[in-house]
């Protein structure tokens, strides 16, 4: 992956989610996370991308910052 552009939109692109600017501000604005609930638990997730979370931040990945940034928002 050491090529890839692990941005927001492709974030969104990834976990199979419309990923245009407004698309992602609208789904930020739309759920939001209480501070107990971890970001993978989150009850908008399907199984899949919550798996792709848990895993990315488990494993430091290269994709881990932008879910914290995600994480971040939706608080």
Request: proline share 3%; no cysteine.
């Amino acid at each position: 992956m050491g090529t890839s552009t692990h941005n927001m939109s492709n974030l969104f692109m990834q976990l199979g989610l419309a990923s245009k600017p407004e698309d992602i501000r609208n789904f930020i604005s739309q759920h939001k996370l209480a501070g107990h609930v971890s970001l993978a638990d989150a009850p908008f997730w399907n199984q899949a991308q919550a798996s792709f979370i848990r895993e990315s931040l488990k494993q430091d990945a290269d994709w881990a910052e932008i879910i914290d940034e995600l994480n971040t928002q939706l608080r």
